[in-house]
């Protein structure tokens, strides 16, 4: 394992974890079921349920692993496996740019939640954003075997698709804060968001 690799491993990702947990757990409604998609072993929406008790995670992955955080269920990629309406929110956290079409599981989320869809991604907007991007993506998930088609979309982009959907914005953030100062000015400016969007 790389240097880069180890510190991604030891420090970037506990940060990340704890950053995303938090925003996401803001965002949530009360007393809401929650279907994470491509939940991998379950430890971000654990911690989430632990921020907010009052929630019920549940995650669907294409490959389940043993002894995750939280009830994961498998799904192959494509369509969820649950009826129109059946959870409250369905999120996905980083997940959108390793499928070949983000718009087949956005169509998808829009189906399966009732009050809203959570989504942490990226926008290629910006100076160097795909190299940038790509590095990030590659350190932290090449290891794993996690598939990298480097599918990342310009905010227009994604403003177009949730628009189709009917999907509205209604929670955004840009300043993530995944980052210390000192490496931010790199690996943040702007290139990932959080947002909620509600289904209307």
């Not at 007393?31 to 019920?56: E, T």
């Not at 009830?71 to 009826?83: A, E, I, N, T």
């Not at 990342?152 to 953030?173: C, E, F």
């Amino acid at each position: 394992m790389s240097l880069i690799s180890q510190v991604h491993g030891s420090y970037v990702h506990v940060r990340r974890v704890s950053i995303l947990a938090k925003h996401i757990a803001e965002m949530l409604p009360e007393n809401a079921r929650v279907l994470d998609v491509g939940c991998g072993d379950g430890k971000l929406a654990s911690l989430i349920g632990q921020m907010r008790p009052d929630v019920r995670l549940e995650g669907v992955d294409v490959l389940v692993r043993p002894g995750t955080a939280i009830p994961v269920s498998y799904f192959d990629g494509h369509k969820l496996p649950f009826d129109d309406r059946s959870f409250d929110v369905v999120m996905f956290v980083d997940v959108l740019h390793h499928t070949d079409d983000p718009n087949e599981l956005l169509t998808e989320s829009a189906r399966v939640a009732s009050q809203a869809v959570v989504i942490k991604d990226h926008t290629m907007n910006g100076f160097l954003a795909y190299p940038t991007l790509k590095f990030m993506d590659t350190v932290s998930n090449a290891r794993y075997g996690v598939a990298l088609p480097y599918n990342y979309w310009p905010l227009a982009k994604w403003q177009a698709a949730w628009q189709k959907l009917g999907l509205k914005p209604s929670v955004w953030i840009d300043r993530v804060g995944l980052y210390p100062w000192w490496a931010s000015w790199v690996f943040g400016r702007g290139l990932h968001f959080v947002t909620r969007l509600n289904v209307s």
